[in-house]
């Protein structure tokens, strides 16, 4: 049956017939001269690839014996890509890029995959089978591709007791209590996924760090999981509770200015580094939401970082060190604590300390402008951290294709210096010159036999490898490749999904939160609407902090009139965003409390265009419905209805949102909900 397990990656024969032939005849066989593991596991995949997509098994030889063929591999194992002369090409495809061309010598004809380094060899690989996947021309190749980005990681919230946090597609995959001796075939294909897509690092653990995975015991698991990933290109990496060295330790203090301390995280750097040579680093979460951190000691956050980067340095490892701060001692606006607490740290961090920031200011929120923070360190390379789990985005049942919401931000202008100055910029180095850079993308995987529970879940895991390694592809081009490897290659089931696709995240933003509207969401638990929520816990923990709706109108004002939060954007920026005239309607109630009176661009009042907002959700989903009955027939039966009827489910969820908070804003507003609009139930 089709259950959605092997992603992208399904290798069925190709349904074009000239394609089929065309590609039949350039790889008469296969040539991969050397044999590391990396090497080792590209052929097992050319193999297994071109045996479903040719319907025919293709033989793989160590010298040319047929007409034409596919070599794949570098100049320092393969004699045959050497003599091929590639090396000023191969210049320019760097340490993880390739060339993928296609060539004659001796008569004979070549579709080349080269690089310089196996792992370029490797992804090289996965491109052109991508190539045949999505029935693409390769008759006249000549590409190099290089990855725009050097650290590439999924962070995974997974737990020791295998709970997933904000994970909604059941539990953990590494089974902590049968490693290190068993070794799941899911862990390699897990591995395969993302070599395929160029992700090269996963955090293991959650950022809720427990000290405990640093213990022996966990070690050895760890480093199963990293020599089972190593021939993918993948770096284990492990979050670091900050007080481990008195809970794991038995020191009285974890103050990072402590020699004792320094001595300890120093020892257990080499421990871990004795059980996985390449270790990646540290991720960390420190003074954030009841996380220890340097601040418990009198210390700052580069007093922190510095102490674990100097204790990984000498073996290569990294830092990671979260910028997600918050607490109840900024009450007037928890979107300007990490800046208010990063900025002035700039240039005190360690040459291997990557400081890594959410895309928004408040939290993975639907929609939110970008973080002040990007452009604003000039001396500090900055890591994107998206979330590709949905925790605020309908969870596990909505289909939400997330790309656009990723190029919204990496495409958003800080005018750090002057106009052009993307995040997108910041993030790959070429802004302040980094070379130190990195994307992180919280996962969305669990156990579930697809993956991520919902079938279109993938898309987004896809997608955060796809923009990690070149944030330049459009989100069309993302989901038009992944729609054709994962269903079909037919245009009358790709033409309409993608468009569903497309559109899918700005009709949850219409249903949730629109009009900037942020974190009202039903409360600790994020599902559903809750913006009603006010009396439990810290004020920043309740829904009406973010949207302030009274009488007058809605939205929280983050002008000089109220939090001020704009000041911490560039001038261009801060000023556009700040005028009620100029501030882009997505973001207005980010940034304005606004009447309800107010006439928007439609030429609405403010209250009627939330209500039409709303209910434009609603319709969305149904149309999202029709499309996908639609194409009823073109795919398995099996995700056809899976997604069906998650589908159903979802229309449920976006008249539960729209009714709840048009009924509850409508307390304040006091003003009816326009005629030609559905009723609320
Ligand atoms: O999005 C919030 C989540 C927490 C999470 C935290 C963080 C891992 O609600 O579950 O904790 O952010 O990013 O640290």
């Not at 993918?232 to 481990?244: D, E, I, P, Q």
């Not at 000089?560 to 973001?587: C, D, H, M």
Request: proline share 5%.
């Amino acid at each position: 049956a089709e259950d959605g397990y092997r992603l992208w990656q399904r290798y069925e024969q190709v349904q074009d017939a000239s394609k089929l032939q065309a590609y039949r005849k350039a790889a008469g066989e296969i040539i991969i001269q050397g044999n590391s593991p990396t090497l080792k596991v590209a052929q097992q995949e050319l193999e297994m690839g071109l045996n479903g997509l040719l319907g025919q098994a293709v033989p793989t030889t160590q010298q040319p014996t047929q007409q034409n063929i596919l070599v794949a591999g570098t100049p320092s194992t393969s004699a045959l890509i050497k003599e091929l002369n590639l090396s000023d090409k191969l210049k320019a495809a760097g340490d993880e890029g390739y060339l993928l061309l296609t060539t004659t010598k001796n008569g004979r004809n070549y579709t080349v995959i080269a690089a310089n380094t196996d792992i370029g060899v490797l992804y090289g690989s996965f491109h052109l089978l991508r190539l045949l996947q999505t029935e693409q021309d390769i008759a006249k190749l000549s590409l190099t591709s290089t990855p725009k980005i050097k650290h590439r990681v999924l962070n995974h919230w997974d737990n020791l007791d295998r709970t997933v946090e904000r994970g909604y597609s059941g539990f953990s995959l590494w089974n902590w209590h049968l490693l290190p001796d068993y070794i799941d075939q899911r862990y390699i294909d897990y591995a395969r996924a993302n070599a395929s897509i160029g992700i090269n690092g996963t955090v293991l653990t959650n950022v809720n760090a427990n000290a405990l995975v640093l213990t022996p015991d966990y070690l050895k698991k760890v480093a199963a999981l990293a020599d089972a990933f190593r021939p993918y290109g993948l770096k284990v990496y492990l979050t670091a509770r900050f007080s481990a060295p008195i809970e794991i330790g038995g020191l009285k203090t974890a103050d990072p200015l402590d020699p004792q301390v320094q001595a300890w995280w120093k020892q257990k750097s080499d421990e871990i580094y004795g059980y996985v040579p390449d270790f990646g680093g540290f991720l960390v979460k420190a003074n954030s939401e009841g996380q220890p951190g340097p601040q418990n000691y009198g210390r700052n956050h580069a007093d922190g970082a510095n102490m674990l980067a100097d204790a990984v340095a000498a073996h290569g490892g990294i830092v990671m060190w979260r910028a997600f701060v918050y607490d109840d001692k900024e009450p007037d606006d928890r979107a300007k604590q990490a800046y208010n607490e990063f900025k002035p740290l700039d240039g005190q961090f360690r040459d291997n300390v990557l400081v890594q920031v959410k895309n928004g200011p408040i939290d993975f929120q639907p929609r939110e402008p970008f973080h002040p923070m990007f452009g604003a360190m000039p001396k500090t390379p900055l890591m994107m951290e998206f979330q590709i789990t949905q925790e605020y985005l309908g969870q596990g049942t909505t289909l939400a294709y997330l790309s656009p919401m990723y190029k919204e931000t990496l495409e958003s202008d800080t005018y750090a210096k002057g106009k052009g100055s993307t995040v997108a910029k910041d993030i790959d180095g070429t802004l302040y010159k980094h070379t130190l850079t990195g994307i992180a993308g919280v996962a969305n995987i669990g156990t579930d036999r697809n993956w991520t529970g919902h079938q279109f879940g993938q898309a987004n895991w896809y997608t955060f490898g796809r923009l990690a390694w070149d944030h330049t592809l459009s989100s069309e081009e993302i989901a038009e490749e992944w729609l054709r490897m994962t269903f079909t290659n037919n245009s009358q089931f790709i033409a309409p999904v993608k468009s569903m696709m497309l559109g899918s995240h700005e009709t949850i933003v219409n249903y949730m939160t629109p009009l900037g509207l942020h974190h009202i969401m039903g409360w600790s638990h994020h599902y559903g609407p809750g913006p009603w929520i006010k009396d439990k816990h810290r004020a920043d923990w309740t829904s009406v902090y973010y949207h302030r709706a009274d009488e007058k109108g809605i939205g929280f004002d983050r002008t000089k009139t109220g939090s001020n939060a704009v000041s911490q954007y560039f001038p261009p920026v801060a000023k556009q965003f700040a005028n009620l005239k100029t501030v882009p309607e997505k973001y207005l109630l980010w940034f304005h409390h606004v009447d309800w009176d107010y006439k928007v661009n439609s030429g609405r009042t403010l209250w009627n265009e939330l209500c039409y907002r709303y209910s434009s959700g609603v319709d969305g989903v149904r149309q999202m419905q029709q499309t996908w009955d639609k194409v009823q027939g073109q795919v398995d039966e099996e995700r056809f209805q899976h997604v069906k009827t998650f589908l159903a489910i979802q229309e449920k969820e976006a008249k539960w949102w729209r009714d709840a908070c048009l009924l509850y804003f409508q307390t304040f507003s006091k003003r009816p909900i326009p005629q030609d609009l559905e009723k609320p139930a």
